[in-house]
């Protein structure tokens, strides 16, 4: 059976603004399928955006802030809005802990090559929804 990414799905990446930011943007915006990425550099906004927008995917990286808030804002939006898939992109274990406890979908050491990358987000986005 062929997965095929859901229509216009919307994506959201928390994280600081620079370099990082911009090229998980332009990655995300290569797959045709998306149809927007927003950008937020808080946990709040982060609320927000997810509230108004029920994105497909969200990108959380654990550089944004402390790490406790980060991991209390993953565990909000996975118990509020479980169809939303959500990546951690973070710098060591006790990040990985974290975000594992948090429930996020999918928790990735940065520095992962993007190629991996875009092939977990394409899996996660081609998911049916629950």
């Given amino acids: 059976m062929i997965r095929m990414i859901k229509p216009e799905a919307i994506?959201?990446?928390?994280?600081?603004?620079g370099q990082f930011r911009e090229g998980l943007q332009a990655m995300l915006t290569s797959i045709p399928q998306i149809k927007q990425v927003s950008q937020v550099d808080d946990a709040s906004s982060a609320?927000?955006?997810?509230?108004?927008?029920?994105?497909?995917?969200?990108?959380?990286?654990?550089d944004l802030s402390s790490s406790d808030i980060l991991a209390v804002t993953l565990k909000q939006i996975k118990a509020t809005w479980p169809q939303s898939h959500c990546?951690?992109?973070?710098?060591?274990?006790?990040?990985?802990q974290l975000a594992k406890?948090?429930?996020a979908d999918v928790?990735?050491?940065?520095?992962?090559?993007?190629?991996?990358?875009?092939?977990?987000?394409?899996?996660?986005?081609s998911r049916p929804e629950t």
Avoid: C, W
Wanted: net charge negative; charged share 15%; hydrophobic share 60%.
């Fill in 11 to 17: 994506t959201l990446i928390v994280a600081k603004p």
């Fill in 107 to 125: 928790v990735l050491m940065k520095g992962v090559p993007a190629t991996q990358l875009l092939a977990i987000v394409k899996e996660l986005l």
């Fill in 101 to 103: 406890a948090a429930e």
């Fill in 87 to 96: 990546i951690a992109l973070v710098h060591n274990e006790q990040e990985y």
């Fill in 47 to 62: 609320l927000r955006m997810v509230a108004q927008h029920s994105p497909a995917l969200v990108l959380l990286d654990f």
